[in-house]
């Protein structure tokens, strides 16, 4: 079992940055994958980044590459999401979710996530 807290959000201007991080409980945290999704108002939950249990792998959406930096800190048992150049399309509550072992493959899917936040609020005025 995983619980995962969200921190970091908050009301931001375009262009401006924020560091989201999701710190987990538990003493396996390292063999899980981790990944950041994203919901906006009326619209599905998104992938946002996504990270190897080692942090040696991540993927992000095409919509943020170049801006975020998803990283992880294992002895800290913390996951984080740099922002940076955000945009008001990026205005969504933000999830930090957990994928249990055994990982095949790091995926982008919100559905292979065993586990979730309970999410930060990201407002990005113009």
């Known amino acids: 079992q995983v619980q995962l807290v969200e921190s970091g959000g908050g009301l931001v201007q375009a262009g401006g940055s924020l560091r989201l991080s999701c710190a987990a409980s538990g003493r396996t945290f390292s063999s899980y994958a981790m990944g950041w999704f994203r919901q906006a108002p009326g619209k599905e939950r998104e992938f946002v980044a996504a990270i190897s249990w080692s942090g040696g792998s991540t993927y992000y959406a095409d919509s943020v590459k170049g801006r975020f930096t998803i990283s992880r800190d294992n002895a800290k048992n913390t996951v984080y999401l740099q922002m940076n150049s955000l945009k008001p399309e990026d205005t969504a509550v933000y999830y930090c979710?957990?994928?249990?072992?055994?990982?095949?493959?790091?995926?982008?899917?919100?559905?292979?996530?065993?586990?979730w936040g309970q999410g930060t609020q990201v407002t990005v005025s113009s």
């Open positions: 979710a957990a994928d249990s072992p055994p990982i095949v493959v790091v995926t982008t899917s919100p559905y292979d996530y065993d586990y």
